[in-house]
């Protein structure tokens, strides 16, 4: 299983185009992703303050598009610190295929910053 933080706007778009398309699509040529360990990391540093966020649950085994495992990549950062350990990042090269998503869960920022949802698959 990998994960993909969105807003739910985004999330709404891909209901009525029948696939996802996150913006780094177009802006880098992937759809970035995090195993369960990095999810919080990410979202912690990159998603602060933001209110409307969803977490995609994405059965690799369904991808329609290319999975490639990479080096954390994002242009509004330097050295991550989610990635501070070299892992490696779940990269999707190409639309997400809405029937690889088998959860969608709700992404709420508590007062201590993001946490792993309880019912995560």
């Not at 540093?45 to 994002?74: F, K, M, S």
Request: charge should be negative.
């Amino acid at each position: 299983m990998i994960y993909h933080i969105t807003s739910r706007a985004n999330w709404a778009v891909a209901q009525t185009q029948g696939y996802y398309r996150a913006p780094s699509l177009e802006s880098e040529g992937f759809i970035h992703c995090s195993t369960r360990h990095q999810i919080s990391g990410v979202a912690n540093e990159l998603y602060r303050g933001q209110t409307d966020l969803l977490l995609l649950c994405i059965d690799e085994n369904l991808l329609g598009a290319p999975l490639v495992w990479e080096a954390p990549d994002h242009p509004n950062r330097g050295k991550s610190a989610a990635a501070a350990d070299g892992s490696l990042f779940p990269h999707v090269y190409g639309v997400l295929n809405l029937d690889a998503v088998v959860a969608v869960l709700d992404f709420p920022e508590i007062e201590s910053g993001f946490s792993l949802p309880p019912n995560l698959p």
